[in-house]
């Protein structure tokens, strides 16, 4: 009996067992096997770069980082303010001119006095969610670039509005925008026409494709229609009379500025859509951006692959070693001479070219020490900018030469020209002797400032030390890690650092040269420059304005202002399994003709 | 006990408390947020350092804003209230969302370290202590030595550069391995078992010839039938394995004169070997769960076998019959992966270099439970072996002088003296207690390892929490770095208080007050 | 409730412990000629010893020239590879070669060492003498002295070493200090593991008869302390102080190599390897001369230590090959 139960229980209990085991089984299998991965096609094209991505929108200024323009160059909702794109108005060729962009429309100049220019979109043209591209959306961009409904006016020094609303917040400014009207929109609702106050050098740039209008309506809770209404009713705004804001403009807005900075992919789709030839489709916190084919894109650029995956790989020899490993199929690293011999150890094939942007070496005009300009010219006497040049530069890019002036690079035209106006080249070499003429037996005391952290600038700053104590000088170091924010406060007497060029427009000649210019750290001031600083700001004539630039580079450096060093050197590498890849020296870097890659057989 | 454990937790939160409280001030001061945006476009500048100030609290002072920030980090107390604030980056990303994310890689890397860590080390420390002035011994010791004093990065590079692309171009090549490389790994594989082994020289050499040759011919084998393109274990390596796995088990835990528990470990080992190919349908439909399910449910059923078979001494049974056919489903499982790696290494975006040297995982890889599991390994194994390495050598060198010292003990002369097996008097004598020390060195180890997972993710590119904090550190970006000192600290305090118990319970001169 | 047992560092052997006591020397005669006894250790000192001597002299230190031609910050013509030769035996101008911009890399390397060594015996030194201090004074007290320091200890042990360094050593960098005030801050931080040794020892020591006599004899606590309990608790001191300067010249290159130990222009080993990584296929020496270094220097650091260890706890070796072989010879036996 007792037998009998105890085997009746442990039966009993093990059909349960079995049963439970059966219902967790059920429970926590998968659907089947996919049999492997999920590759398309027509492949994947992965690239390692430097740095995140933080936001879909560049424009902004927390946004306006390298990688998150290589986004939005892709994807092709940079507007006027992130600039070229393959969704936009505008891409730059190898030479960075200006090359209008047909997949999205025209734009032409129809008038000089007033400027006006009149875009026009291609008919048909869909955003990514399938919705119309129409001029209400040129528009929006127009609205966002031209601060048009602005009334703010901002506190010196703490930046925040005392008065009045800031709707959008740009990462570049609306210098030419800004002095136009309310714009016409044609009958067919496809074409935009821009009226300037005043003539504009760079109306070229003005790419109005930002953002789409449906989005941005959607997120501040009303219909297209409703928005454009509001962007057309609204008067514009002024400082000096601020009104109260407008809440559907402040809300689109709000969004605009902070709604597409993200850490994680966004479970919002309506942020990812784009006008170019890629989407974004995937992303992977801190590792991986993955770009697939835009369905509704009709242009031509449309790649030969499915998808590009961008992997972010700070470290230099890991993009090495994951490049050569087969990880990803090119990479575009900082630029070093080590990189570039690692590369070609390992056989891998390396695209050098120069970076649009350069070092130099600045004078403080605010300093005393620099008050005579013999010993301005003294000190440039000593730099030693060949050898510094062959030390740094030579070793990644060994057919770079001295550059020789502050605002042209010798892919421009204009080079020679302003080289042979500006004298610079006479400086190549140090002339200890002449600059202990100019000194006369004085041994002023030189405080230079650079950044500690960069390894380019230290060995500048050594190699200038090593030579100006030869002419008399006595070299402080006053470099810093915190140098960015010891720039504009002047307790140096010369600085060293770079500046970086969009590679089209003229905006930083007023930032830099003139006086009180927001990037004039130097505090130089000459009213002659401050006259045609302004001139070319107004000059629409591309030979004149030229001219402008040669006179005004060679101005500053009658002034001794101080001495362009060298052009950064860039490099991209691939392993060979992709091929197309071509040097580009701006921003956009290594993406810039991923619309004509294809994977190598 | 219970009061005990209530004034642990008490002094820990106080503790926890303290901590952070230094480290925020310290880190507050170490540099200014704001450098990033100092000198940049100066249209912008004020207006962006006025919004970051405001949106962290820039204004008020480091020792005030700690306690705003602890006011957000106690919500993440409440629990399901999902409503943790552990303040936004320089980004303005909130650091509560990308903590975890963080933390899934890191924690992976250092558990797995760690584990492997203490097994490996606490195995060739009892070996060398065993075999003390043996060659081997002597080897090990300075290997440990060597490792101690060599920086993690320097390992880091040196397995990128050998091991990853070494293996991938042997993989790419055809696998096939030279002679010569097979004839000295077959030499080293027989000196080593030569000495664990150990006895008279007659036994010495026949140790030798047997494991060398032996070593020789599986490699050639291997070699020869492109085992490395197509790895698995094949139910020959299976029955093998099992079998070995079962002997290797009984010797022990209660040593092969137990035949109740050497039955318990032959069932068990014949059971996996059943499920070896009863399970092949379910592999392909499993999920990690299932997986795990499996597994624990077979270990219950090696402790069922051992309670049935066990007789008058179950504990050693059931202990025979569980870790025999949890051993064996390990070996099982590895079988399956070993299968899909095919398919892995040949998938298009691998393109045959499995190893890899950057991140956690492929980007965009999709797969079953085998492929994703194999996808990890691949990226992990190398992080992972930099990682454990350094605290490899500590605890060998713990567990070679903890037995040293505990064999020297009156205690173990004593159960010599009255005749226990040496076996008896190694594995239930002297390793409990030897275990004891090794208990406080997981506790500081697992911080130590925390802190060497900085360098390690930083040299491989992958993006867990001590890439956070040394690239967060770097732009004085306060939050995520505390976010990280909140997790390092909670799980360097558990693992103190987790040595603490385990202590009590290996030791019980140790009373838990 | 807390738990201080340590077996690498084990215990004080009581003195009449030891078989070698009745010759009647001195302990500290006992443990020198015990530490002479073991080659390795000595060797290792000796090195240790001559390569400090040698980097200090070959480029200086501080007022005093160096006998070395070039100086580590200035620039020279670029000649590249190291222009060391060992058969025949010729320096050469560079003999470790030269780094990007053309600067002696022995000179760099060299003074290098000598920051790495700095921060090594600071951190080595202060820490203990810290962490000595406070274990000493928590362990004698006991009672709610040894419970605050205990948890103040606590409180800075829960922070890994390179997380609270690298902070540290991002003060000391952004505002522009040098290596002294970086090995300072960084001893400040690393004294909690010999604190506790310490106090474990104190803890045990107090309760024994010298003690008692002392106090009997009305003897102050804090000559009990210095004269009485410390001299016999100087064998772990000793021992963990070698094992911190060890792991701090590891600390130092860590935090270096993420950027946050010692910064350019000045140099240290683990710097010139960050610096340097991205040299180690393509100009190897200049990765694997501050490399050899780094792992040299910690290596016979260890190897001192680990002599100290054996001089100043015989016991570990008193396990005979004749009683090994007893238990090899069971196992094969048995199995």
């Known amino acids: 009996m007792t037998n009998t139960n105890r085997w009746a229980r442990r039966s009993a209990a093990a059909v349960a067992a079995a049963g439970v085991t059966a219902l967790v089984l059920a429970g926590c299998t998968t659907g089947g096997t996919e049999g492997g991965d999920d590759a398309a096609e027509g492949g994947t094209i992965t690239v390692a770069v430097t740095n995140e991505v933080t936001s879909l929108n560049g424009s902004t200024p927390q946004g306006n980082l390298d990688t998150n323009g290589m986004v939005g160059y892709l994807t092709g909702t940079t507007g006027s303010s992130g600039g070229a794109s393959l969704g936009g108005f505008y891409t730059l060729d190898e030479e960075f001119n200006i090359v209008h962009n047909d997949n999205i429309g025209t734009y032409e100049k129809t008038a000089d006095d007033p400027l006006t220019v009149e875009y026009k979109l291609n008919d048909g043209l869909k955003w990514s969610d399938g919705e119309d591209i129409t001029a209400d959306d040129l528009l929006v961009g127009w609205a966002i670039g031209s601060g048009y409904y602005n009334d703010a006016t901002l506190d010196e020094a703490t930046g925040e509005p005392t008065s009045g609303t800031q709707y959008f917040q740009l990462a570049g400014s609306t210098d030419g925008l800004d002095t136009t009207a309310m714009p016409e929109i044609s009958e067919d609702g496809l074409g935009l026409t821009l009226v300037y106050g005043e003539p504009f050098v760079d109306w070229e740039l003005g790419n109005l494709l930002d953002k789409p209008a449906h989005v941005l309506a959607e997120q501040a809770g009303v219909t297209e229609e409703e928005f454009i209404q509001v962007l057309m009713d609204t008067p514009k705004g002024d400082p000096a009379n601020p009104v109260e804001p407008n809440e559907t403009l402040k809300a689109a807005a709000d969004f605009w500025n902070t709604g597409y900075d993200f850490t994680s992919m966004p479970t919002d789709e309506s942020l990812l859509v784009a006008s170019g030839p890629f989407i974004m489709s995937d992303y992977t916190p801190n590792q991986s951006m993955t770009f697939s084919k835009n369905p509704e894109y009709t242009g031509e650029d449309v790649p030969a692959y499915d998808e590009l995956v961008l992997r972010f790989v700070p470290d230099a020899n890991a993009q090495v070693t994951a490049l050569q490993n087969g990880e990803v199929n090119a990479i575009y690293p900082q630029a070093s001479a080590d990189t570039l011999t690692a590369l070609e150890n390992a056989n891998q094939t390396v695209i050098e070219g120069d970076q649009l942007s350069y070092d130099h070496l600045d004078l403080n005009f605010g300093s005393e020490v620099f008050a005579d300009a013999n010993v301005r010219e003294a000190f440039l006497k000593t730099i030693p900018r060949q050898q510094i040049l062959e030390s740094i530069i030579t070793p990644i890019n060994p057919s770079a030469e001295v550059l020789n002036s502050q605002i042209f690079v010798p892919a421009n035209t204009e080079y020679t020209d302003a080289v042979a106006a500006s004298g610079y080249d006479a400086y190549a070499e140090p002339d200890i002797e002449g600059a202990k003429e100019l000194l006369a037996g004085a041994t002023p005391t030189i405080r230079i400032l650079y950044n500690t952290d960069n390894p380019n600038r230290v060995d500048s700053f050594q190699a200038i030390q090593a030579s100006a104590t030869e ?89 001794f202002y101080g001495l362009p060093l060298f052009q950064s050197p860039g490099l991209f590498a691939t392993n060979g399994t992709v091929d197309g890849i071509e040097f580009f020296g701006n921003q956009t870097g290594i993406v810039w003709n991923a619309q004509d890659w294809t994977i190598a057989e | 006990m219970a009061s005990f454990i209530l004034r642990r937790i008490a002094v820990s939160v106080l503790i926890l408390l303290a901590a952070s409280f230094i480290m925020y001030v310290l880190a507050a001061n170490s540099g200014d947020p704001l450098r990033d945006l100092r000198g940049g476009n100066p249209a912008t500048e004020a207006q962006l350092i006025a919004a970051r100030t405001a949106a962290l609290d820039l204004d008020v002072p480091a020792p005030l804003r700690w306690f705003l920030w602890l006011g957000g980090a106690a919500q993440c107390l409440i629990p399901f209230a999902n409503s943790c604030d552990l303040g936004l980056t320089l980004n303005n990303a909130e650091v509560a969302t990308i903590l975890p994310s963080a933390m899934l890689s890191t924690l992976q890397l250092v558990t797995v370290a760690t584990l492997s860590a203490i097994l490996l080390g606490v195995v060739v420390g009892i070996v060398t202590a065993l075999r003390q002035y043996s060659g081997f011994d002597l080897t090990i010791t300075f290997v440990s030595f060597f490792l101690f004093s060599l920086p993690s990065f320097l390992v880091a590079v040196l397995l990128k550069e050998f091991i990853a692309i070494g293996f991938n171009n042997f993989l790419q090549q055809g696998g096939a391995i030279p002679a010569v490389t097979v004839i000295v790994i077959a030499i080293v594989a027989g000196l080593i078992w030569q000495v664990l082994i150990g006895g008279p020289l007659r036994r010495r050499l026949t140790v030798f010839a047997i494991s060398a040759v032996a070593t020789g011919v599986v490699l050639g084998y291997m070699a020869v039938s492109e085992w490395f393109q197509n790895p698995g274990l094949g139910p020959v ?204 060195i997981v506790a500081t180890d697992v911080g130590a390892l925390l802190g060497g997972a900085v360098i390690t993710e930083r040299v491989f590119a992958i993006s867990g929490m001590g890439n956070l904090f040394a690239t967060s550190l770097g732009r004085t970006d306060l939050n995520p770095v505390m976010g990280y000192f909140l997790v390092i600290a909670i799980v360097a305090i558990t693992f103190n208080f987790l040595a603490d118990l385990a202590y009590a319970a290996l030791d019980p001169r140790v009373r838990v007050r | 409730m807390s738990v201080n047992i340590q077996l690498g560092v084990p215990t004080q052997p009581e003195p009449e412990d030891r078989p070698d006591a009745v010759v009647g020397k001195s302990q500290g005669r006992l443990i020198f000629e015990r530490f002479l006894q073991n080659r390795i250790s000595v060797v290792s000192l000796v090195l240790f010893v001559l390569v400090i001597v040698f980097a200090f002299s ?107 360094g690298a902070v540290v050593g991002q003060t000391a960098g952004s505002s522009g200090l040098g290596v002294w005030v970086l090995s300072i801050l960084l001893a400040l931080v690393s004294w909690m593991s010999i604190a506790r040794l310490v106090r474990a020892e104190f803890l045990s020591l107090r309760e024994r008869e010298f003690v008692e006599a002392a106090r009997v004899a009305g003897a102050s606590d804090m000559r009990i302390i210095f004269k009485h309990i410390l001299p016999n608790a100087v064998g772990v001191v000793i021992v963990s102080a070698t094992l911190l300067a060890a792991s701090a010249i590891l600390l130092e290159t860590g935090l270096s190599y993420l950027g946050y130990g010692i910064r350019p222009p000045e140099s240290s080993l683990g710097l010139l390897i960050s610096d340097n990584q991205s040299a180690f296929s393509t100009r190897p020496w200049l990765y694997w001369w501050p490399a050899l270094f780094i792992v040299g220097l910690a290596l016979l650091v260890n190897f001192v230590g680990d002599g100290l260890r054996d001089a100043f706890d015989p016991r570990q070796k008193r396990f005979k090959r004749r009683k090994m072989r007893e238990i090899t010879d069971t196992v094969a036996k048995r199995s």
């Open chain 3, 58 to 164: 070959a480029t200086g230190f501080g007022p005093i020239p160096g006998w070395w031609k070039h100086s580590f910050t200035s620039l020279n013509a670029q000649a590249g590879a190291p222009s060391l030769s060992l058969w025949p035996f010729s320096l050469g101008d560079h003999p470790f070669g030269q780094n990007r911009i053309g600067v002696d890399y022995f000179a760099l390397v060299m003074r290098g060492i000598q920051n790495s060594v700095i921060v090594m015996l600071v951190i080595g030194g202060l820490g203990t003498v810290v962490g000595t201090v406070i274990g000493a004074i928590a362990g004698y007290y006991r009672g709610w002295v040894d419970a605050v320091l205990m948890r103040i200890t606590d409180v800075f042990i829960v922070i890994p070493a390179i997380v609270i």
């Open chain 2, 237 to 440: 390596g299976i029955l093998v394995g099992v079998a070995v796995v079962a002997i290797v088990t009984t010797l022990l835990v209660s040593g092969l004169g137990n035949r109740r528990a050497l039955t318990t470990a032959g069932i068990s080992a014949a059971l996996a070997f059943v499920a070896y190919f009863a399970l092949q349908g379910l592999f392909d439909i499993s999920s990690v769960w299932t997986l795990l399910f499996v597994f624990l449910a077979t270990v219950v059923v090696g402790l069922a076998i051992g309670w049935l078979l066990g007789g008058p001494d179950r504990g050693q049974s059931m202990r025979a019959g569980a870790i025999t056919i949890g051993v064996s489903m390990v070996l099982v499982f590895l079988d399956r992966f070993m299968q899909s790696w095919p398919d892995y290494v040949n998938s298009s975006r691998i393109n045959g270099r499995p190893i890899a040297t950057i991140g956690s995982q492929t980007p965009g890889f999709n797969g079953d439970v085998w492929l994703t599991g194999i996808d990890s390994f691949t990226h992990l194994l190398l992080p992972t072996i930099a990682l454990l390495l350094i605290s490899f050598a500590q605890y060998t060198r713990y567990a070679r002088a903890g037995l040293l010292e505990v064999l020297n003990q009156d205690y173990i002369r004593t159960a010599r003296a009255k005749g226990l097996p040496e076996r008896t008097v190694v594995m239930r004598h002297a390793f409990r207690n030897m275990l004891i020390p090794i208990a406080t």
């Open chain 1, 471 to 559: 002419a008399g000088f006595i070299i402080e170091d006053a470099g810093s890690p915190d140098w960015s924010s010891l720039l504009p406060g002047g307790e140096y007497d010369a600085s060293i650092f770079g500046w970086i060029s969009p590679g089209a427009g003229n905006s930083a000649l007023a930032q830099i040269f003139k006086t009180a210019g927001g990037g004039n750290y130097n505090k130089y001031s000459n009213a002659e420059v401050d006259e045609m600083v302004d001139a070319a700001q107004t000059e629409l004539d591309p030979e004149a304005l030229g001219q402008l630039k040669v006179q005004i580079d060679a101005a500053t450096a009658a002034d």
